[in-house]
């Protein structure tokens, strides 16, 4: 079992920077692809990015290209998301997630990734 923690949400006017954090358990963590995703009231849970086990790899959802940056800390099973310029658009509640296959690539199929955090708040007022 492998348990997925995020943290870091708030409140943030529009232009802002918020930065979230996430730490999974699991001895073979930089094995795991990891990726964040958000869901805002009335929407489906949409892909936001990845990062591949090494950090090598990072893809990003066109809305936030540019303006959002992944990260992983293999060394303390940590994956962050650096969010800048942030709009009210970015409002919505942040998922970490963990596809625990090792070495198995994933970018935005949601149903690849097998644990899931609880979610953090983001809002960002105009």
């Known amino acids: 079992q492998v348990q997925v923690a995020e943290s870091g949400g708030g409140l943030v006017q529009a232009g802002g920077s918020l930065r979230l954090s996430c730490a999974a358990s699991?001895?073979?963590?930089?094995?795991?692809?990891m990726g964040w995703f958000r869901q805002a009231p009335g929407k489906e849970r949409e892909f936001v990015a990845a990062?591949?086990?090494?950090?090598?790899?990072?893809y990003y959802a066109d809305s936030v290209k540019g303006r959002f940056i992944i990260s992983r800390g293999n060394a303390k099973n940590t994956v962050n998301l650096q969010m800048n310029s942030l709009r009210p658009e970015d409002t919505a509640v942040y998922y970490c997630?963990?596809?625990?296959?090792?070495?198995?690539?994933?970018?935005?199929?949601?149903?690849?990734?097998?644990?899931w955090g609880q979610g953090t708040q983001v809002t960002v007022s105009s």
């Open positions: 997630a963990a596809n625990t296959r090792p070495y198995y690539l994933s970018t935005d199929r949601r149903d690849e990734y097998d644990y």
């Open positions: 699991g001895r073979t963590f930089s094995s795991y692809t």
């Open positions: 990062i591949s086990w090494s950090g090598s790899g990072t």
